[in-house]
């Protein structure tokens, strides 16, 4: 858990660095959007990261959140998950392409990891001679807890 810890304290370091680096001023409320998106496991929602973030500063508005997501996105540091129906969901802890599995009644989405999409993107390459630098793979269904609440 520590390490855990210490790898987001990195990432922030990280992105406060290339925001700079890019000409954008660090307040207090664009580091607390950072660290919502980075340490977030959910995939929020702007909406959602909003809600936290104005928690803690009141006076943050749902523009600086919008503006600050998609410069993280624009810089490569979060993934957006876009659906055509309901908002875009974010990935700001695991940037790179990975599979998720969404629930259709509540819309939480988890991670799924498996060295098997490294195989396969290995094989699509070998037979379609693609350079392949981005993948989506989603998979839909109910939730564990969502099949309790329909049963009971
Ligand atoms: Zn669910
Ligand atoms: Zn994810």
Do not use: W
């Amino acid at each position: 858990m520590a390490g855990l810890l210490q790898d987001t304290s990195t990432r922030i370091d990280t992105l406060v660095e290339k925001l700079r680096t890019r000409g954008h001023r660090i307040t207090p409320q664009r580091l607390a959007i950072l660290k919502v998106l980075v340490a977030s496991e959910a995939h929020p929602s702007v909406d959602q990261v909003y809600d936290q973030v104005k928690a803690a500063f009141p006076t943050t508005s749902l523009a600086t959140v919008y503006k600050t997501v998609s410069i993280v996105k624009a810089m490569g540091e979060a993934l957006e998950l876009e659906f055509s129906q309901g908002s875009n969901r974010y990935d700001g802890k695991k940037p790179y392409p990975h599979p998720h599995v969404i629930c259709t009644q509540c819309q939480k989405i988890i991670d799924y990891e498996t060295v098997e999409i490294d195989a396969m993107v290995t094989k699509i390459k070998q037979a379609t001679g693609f350079e392949i630098d981005n993948h989506r793979l989603d998979f839909y269904g109910i939730c564990t807890t969502c099949q309790k609440s329909q049963t009971s």
